[in-house]
């Protein structure tokens, strides 16, 4: 594109702000050389111009955006190729990630990737569940891309629940093979990324019965397709799902099994086993397949949630900063929409969402790696805790980046409601995270059931983790005078997560003690124990930032701005949520008006650096891929040049007039 | 499609209804024979095949999408033809209004419609502001459809605030012509339907210059393209403006003017006019163009927000008692999800809600035909308390409509997120409608500047109107003991809507009377004025459900049930907004948990109702198109044909694969 003149409204707003944004930059990268590191690997990728459309993918029929998928995917390996003969490097999981999920990926492939699967769970499930034959004749196959994989384990009827998985794996000892069947219509597998049109193998997950018994779900090889025409293999039924809200190029698919028989050595063998006669050897461990669940919630944290609401709050900032519209005095020229207080409390706590989120990912990332060294060695302990925790951040985060988007694109009145704003596609992306990888609510109660034991614990005096440590501080519970400070929010956080689960579960166990079954009881209770969880989970968030702040090592400037954002996301939320601080924390009805004069104080302090805040994220103008946030802030012309690539435009007449208006208007149709 | 044997499940659902289903929409209606005509009307339409897609538009490219959609919009002109012959009566504004608007116009064209705006914009407009030479002229000429039509008032730059409006219309005497020209980018008019492609003419909005002087917004009748040839008219600068989140079918356009001379007689002089020699003759009251604005309102409510969401929840309780998942008993079958708490809370209260909007908006009908009569009467006393109540009404109901779509979609799981569902076509409509036509957040701040001018009044001893009289009630300040009850409810509702606007008044004139400017201070308080106007269009929406309840006429099995929706309605935003009731309504902290107890006591009583409740929303499976919701419960068999109508799996093997994937798996790529 060619470079233009800065929109002088927008140039006006980066005057007023009173930090460097390169900082800001460098502390979400995780340092300088982090961020010249990717700035290097995004202009790598983005500056080429074999990924640059001449028609965007939403203007062609839906088979056509397919064949761009796919097209533009194998340029992307291609490019992976180039990329680690330039840095001399091999590729590694982590450039994977970069390019497959997250900002970048997005913006190469902007309705996903028809390959992903095979990097994000292919390949990881056979090194994380194969043994070691297995991993030696399997990984080369698929690391070089002889092989196109994807997993498939959700089934028309069966999404979460994974125990209730339908399809089949029989061992016949006779021919010491696998017979996958599909035995109902519901035991299809759905939704498998790159599973329609484009893999030719998958990973499996079925129920394995052998010598008569059930023994739960275990995953296996299975060839789809043959490797030189591409044809389904007999007994293999498959096809992709058809068009969805979003996700349109990542090719997602079904598989039917008409009794395919597989080798034995198909079976993923590391953890349970499954010997030439048929005897079952169970895995030494269940809580050992948890991991590439919790892998997946935590880079959903960062790559999904704080991502898109980064991008998102970029652009609707960087748009109210150049629009102007009515007035607040009458007479006066229109003001800049990011004048009013209105928009500002639409806006300003996204970006602080955003950036907690980063540091809240950040945290769980390194909690991680930690549990999982400590798991390599048998140390099981910590895992309920990251279990919990990412149950609930999975859900928190995903829910509140689509609503934050929502509530941007809306925040940009009718032009966010164009496909070129990048809103559309961005919430499409976002909120199909609400439901995959474990619906959020049932999620949440994953955590409430954590919740509920760890303050079982407590009471009988078992001492608890760091993040469930607020339990046993009973000082909670007494109430002191409100002040509007850091400090006191921290403590109304923690007032309510302590309150609703001290509450909730005495109920539960009131009611159980009357007699009804458990089950029941938990069910018959749990819109409270999903509000349970939302409040451990915003605790934690809060702490997360709290603790940033106190231990980040920046300019006074940033630093500064840094605590208004953080007060902000604590008002903010408080305020979201005013009955429960009402019910359970320091808060009192005199104090309310205090606390709105407060949020609206940070709107105003937030309000000069909002600009460089986002420009602080350091999103750039071909992920943005948006009309309204470019960098330049040159909306109008964009919108307008976005207008004439339509190709209802290529012609000053549709033949439609000819074929039916035309008639019609003269009365002959 | 075929007649399938229902769902077990659902049927067992059915049986369980205590009320019947008819008598519900009969109520909805208006009564057993508009019940009739509704279906007779929708048969006629939905069960001609000329309407059925093979391959669903979502499939189809976007050019390819709109020559569709002008080929169904041709047939359905001719299809009106043949009912009114059938009927043997003419077309009447309410026929076009069914078919162009809310259900039955989205099921035959599912994504808008080129032709909506010639019959609910460019011929309202003739009628209402042409005078008597300009109606007889171009009505006959629209009404026939000799010529189609749009309305082009918003700008690239402007939207909602319409004095900013920048496209000038300058009369020159010596031609007796005016003179339309865009002197900006941002003076393009842009997003009005069947602008693009389909109109030949336009209702086209200017700022009217006339003797030197600037005289506010006009409409004038200008001709956009030859009736010949359809080719642009010279001057005319035309195209669309390109893909959207939704409503791709509308073909809305962009249009600058480059000096286009029209006749003076083209500018509409019912109200303003312009002599020959350029004088400018006012209209007797501004007033008088606020009718088409509240009119256009008053069908949103109805149209879009009550429709879509009735539609949004059917389609997730039928599904949600087909699918079944998960354990709430270890070792007992799964369960239909309609069993879970968490579930029947994401669910019932929307359909309280689109009840709730379905008698607001007849109420709101009735009002607004009372002041259209008193109007053309020349009497405008209750015109600003119908604009005060249509601006808040607009904006709660499009936007607890569009939410709530989203919550029953993600209430369905990953299933929802598909096309077929019908939940991502119906969320753009609905969130749509949250932008345009005055967005949200501006519509609710009209509202409370007239909210704050009636509290003014009221302690000025002035008398109020019906819909504001509670803040003359200043028992609602003191506070009595709560109790479980309808009548309690519905006190505190007003409580929190007498004590926000108390509040929120009393803030202004405070910080006003330290002498900063009104302005300013109206500004820095506008997010606690968004509470007043929602707060009362809350108060409001309950009065409604509540009044209906007293005076409706239905069996007492049915009023029953619909008691219980209303009280669920009422405490369910209570406890939405608990925070408000504590701080102002007779609610206290040792309330909360026996209204939590209600809610789900509610929940509970309204469990087995839900689907009949549902049926009785009578949305055929034409109109609902959902592969979830259809009224056999065959949720799994129509998600895989659905699946199998995707042109991607017409043939085994993609070319892509010999083009791109196979050279790419064996390394020549």
Redesign the interface.
């Given at each position: 594109m060619v470079q233009r003149k800065v929109n002088e409204d927008l140039q006006s707003e980066r005057n007023k702000g009173t930090f460097n944004p390169e900082e800001l930059t460098n502390l979400i990268d995780g340092g300088a050389d982090k961020t010249k590191e990717r700035r290097e690997l995004v202009d790598f990728f983005l500056r080429d111009p074999i990924f640059q459309d001449k028609v965007?993918p939403?203007?062609?029929?839906?088979?056509?955006r397919?064949?761009d998928a796919?097209?533009k995917?194998?340029l992307m390996?291609?490019k992976i190729n180039e990329w680690t003969e330039f840095k001399k490097t091999g590729a590694t999981v982590d450039l994977y990630q970069a390019l497959l999920g997250g900002l970048l990926g997005s913006a190469l492939l902007k309705d996903g990737m028809p390959f992903a699967l095979h990097y994000v769970m292919f390949l990881p499930t056979l090194m994380g569940q194969g043994n070691i034959e297995q991993q030696a004749y399997w990984i080369g196959r698929a690391w070089?891309?002889?092989?196109?994989g994807t997993y498939a384990q959700?089934e028309?009827?069966?999404?979460?629940?994974i125990r209730?998985l339908e399809t089949t794996a029989t061992y016949d000892p006779n021919t010491e093979e696998f017979i996958l069947h599909s035995p109902t219509?519901?035991s299809?597998k759905?939704?498998p990324g790159g599973l329609?049109?484009?893999a030719?193998y998958a990973v499996v997950v079925a129920q394995l019965y052998t010598k008569g018994d059930c023994h739960g779900i275990q995953p296996f090889i299975v060839q789809l397709r043959d490797?030189e025409?591409?044809?389904?293999m007999p007994g293999v039924k498959i096809?992709?799902?058809?068009?969805?809200?979003?996700m349109n190029g990542t090719?997602q698919g079904?598989l039917g099994f008409d009794h395919v028989r597989i080798p034995r050595e198909n079976m993923l063998m590391k953890n349970s086993k499954v010997l030439k006669d048929g005897t079952f050897v169970k895995s030494p461990s269940d809580k050992l397949t948890y991991g590439t669940m919790i892998f997946v919630r935590v880079a959903l944290v960062k790559g999904i949630a704080a991502c898109y609401l980064a991008k998102a709050v970029t652009i609707a900032t960087r748009y109210s900063a150049v629009r102007?519209?009515?007035?607040?005095?009458?007479g006066e020229p229109?003001p800049l929409i990011i004048?009013?207080?209105?928009q500002q409390?639409?806006l300003f706590p996204h970006i602080a969402s955003a950036l907690v989120m980063t540091f809240a990912s950040r945290w769980l990332w390194n909690i991680y790696n930690i549990v999982t060294s400590e798991l390599e060695q048998g140390d099981l302990e910590r895992l309920p805790e990251l279990h919990a925790i990412s149950c609930c951040l999975k859900a928190v985060c995903t829910s509140d980046a689509a609503q934050g988007i929502?509530e941007c694109r809306?925040a940009t009145?009718?032009h966010?409601?164009?496909?070129?704003s990048s809103?559309?596609l961005t919430y499409g992306l976002a909120?199909?995270a609400?439901?995959?990888e474990g619906?959020?609510?049932?999620m949440l109660?994953q955590t409430s059931r954590y919740l509920m034991k760890a303050w079982h614990q407590a009471k009988g005096g078992i001492s608890l983790t760091p993040m469930t440590s607020y339990m046993i501080d009973h000082n909670l519970a007494n109430r002191s005078p409100w002040q509007n400070n850091m400090a006191c929010l921290h403590k109304s956080f923690r007032q309510v997560a302590y309150g609703l689960i001290k509450?909730t579960t005495e109920?539960v166990y009131r009611i159980v003690s009357t007699g009804k079954?458990q089950?029941?009881v938990?069910?018959?209770?749990?819109?409270?124990l999903?509000q349970c969880a939302e409040a451990h989970c915003r605790t934690f968030l809060v702490d997360c930032f709290y603790e940033e702040i106190k231990t980040v090592n920046v300019s006074p400037a940033l630093k500064k701005v840094l605590t208004q954002l953080c007060e902000l996301y604590a008002v903010y939320h408080l305020?979201k949520?005013?009955?429960?601080?009402?019910?359970y924390s320091d808060v009192r009805?005199g104090d309310?008006?205090s606390l709105?004069e407060w949020?609206?104080k940070l709107l105003e302090d937030l309000r000069p650096n909002a600009v460089t805040l986002v420009d602080g994220f350091d999103i750039c103008d071909e992920i943005l891929n948006s009309a309204l946030g470019a960098y330049d802030g040159n909306v109008?012309?964009r919108?307008?040049e976005?207008?004439?690539?339509?190709?209802?435009?290529a012609v000053?007449?549709?033949?439609?007039?000819h074929?039916?208006?035309?008639?019609?208007?003269k009365?002959n149709?």
């Open positions: 965007p939403e203007y062609l029929s839906y088979v056509e397919y064949e796919v097209r995917s194998c390996m291609k070089n891309c002889e092989i196109m959700t028309l009827g069966h999404g979460t629940f209730g219509l519901t299809y759905w939704w329609g049109q484009t030719n490797e025409t591409h044809m389904p096809g992709e799902i058809g068009c969805k809200l979003g090719n079904y102007r519209q009515s007035e607040i005095v009458p229109e004048e009013y207080k209105t409390y639409k929502e809306k009145g009718g966010g409601y164009m496909t070129c809103f559309p909120t199909a609400e439901t995959y619906e959020n609510t049932v109660l509450d109920k079954q089950e029941h938990w069910n018959s209770c749990s819109n409270l999903v305020l949520k005013l009955g429960l601080f009402l019910m009805v309310v008006p709105q949020q609206d109008y012309e919108l307008f976005e207008a004439n690539r339509s190709p209802l435009n000053p007449v549709n033949k439609s007039f074929q039916y208006l035309k008639p019609f208007l009365g149709i």
